[in-house]
């Protein structure tokens, strides 16, 4: 297969200068670039060709003995173009800097990733969900390295721009009819290479910190509420924002209150005359009362459940609005009786028509056997 005219192949004369033959080279590169042409064995072709004609061209040296000897001129001394794509980006790279994301600046923008949002779990007591904290919370995270500024690049260099990939982070390979490609396995994807790694973080860019904050929790949470930190999670990568905490709350179980939403329920024991009578129980509330007088109706039947309106649980949602509390009343029966006590009972079941006396009797000598 003969070989076409390096000129002919960049369109361009014989005496063309520097520049001509670098933009008659960019634009074909553009035209026939294999991620414009995904698959087109012709593009493919012309694309290698166009690269192979502006390396001699280009070249002081290559040009003069292919000006004087052609292609067999070069071939004598041991040029043999280009193995694949990964050989064209490496040696012209910084020339589609301007048109593709791929050298530096535009490449890193396009792989921008926004850093690893963090979990803190946090206990509070029904009492702390009621009035809302403040907590001061420590946690560990990667941080950008104060010493290197994240750049993994020791005192006085910076980061080189990896020469394998042209700071693409990938190389293409060609491998029959596919191009493949796939991560840089000199720089890992990086599109950098650093020479002098900081000391402090090892080239790496981050460390590992303890940080401690302060977490304002409001008044209201349950367990599964979650607040999210912005940007207190672990930094991006190639510039991306940071990620967020989420503080999620657990709230533990209370030994007087259980919790319904925002609302509260509690069980009052009364006796079984307080119950029958009626009377005024006074009971643990939260907030700032701290106790409250509940009113037992005269004859309030076992399991009864009484609402006492707005002490329950502030709402989170619905500013300055608090849920109820119900109390369930617990009628408690006494074990133990005194002679007097039992007298008393006996004379009140006379009153009620009860034959109590020789049935209890019968039961006490039952018990007793
Ligand atoms: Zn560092
Ligand atoms: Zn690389």
Redesign the pocket.
Known sequence: MSKRDYYDVLGVSRNAGENEIKKAYRKLALEFHPDRNKGNKEAEERFKEAAEAYEVLRDREKRDIYDRFGHQGLEGRGFRGFSGFEDIFSSFGDIFDDFFGFGNSRGRKTREKQGKSLRYDIELSLKEAYYGIDREISFYRQDV?P??NGS?SGFGSEPQICPTCQGRGQVVRSQGFFQISSTCPMCHGQGEIITNP?S??SGQ?RIRIERTINVKIPPGVDTGSQLRLRNEGEPGDFGGPKGDLFVVIHVNEDRFFKREGDDLLCEVPVSFVQAALGSTVNIPVLGEDGDYDLDIPQGTQPGEIIRIDGKGMPSVRRYHKRGDLYAKVIVKVPQKLNQRQKDLLEAFAETEGLAVTGRAKRWKAFGRK
């Open positions: 390295c010493e290197c993994g900081c402090n973080c860019g």
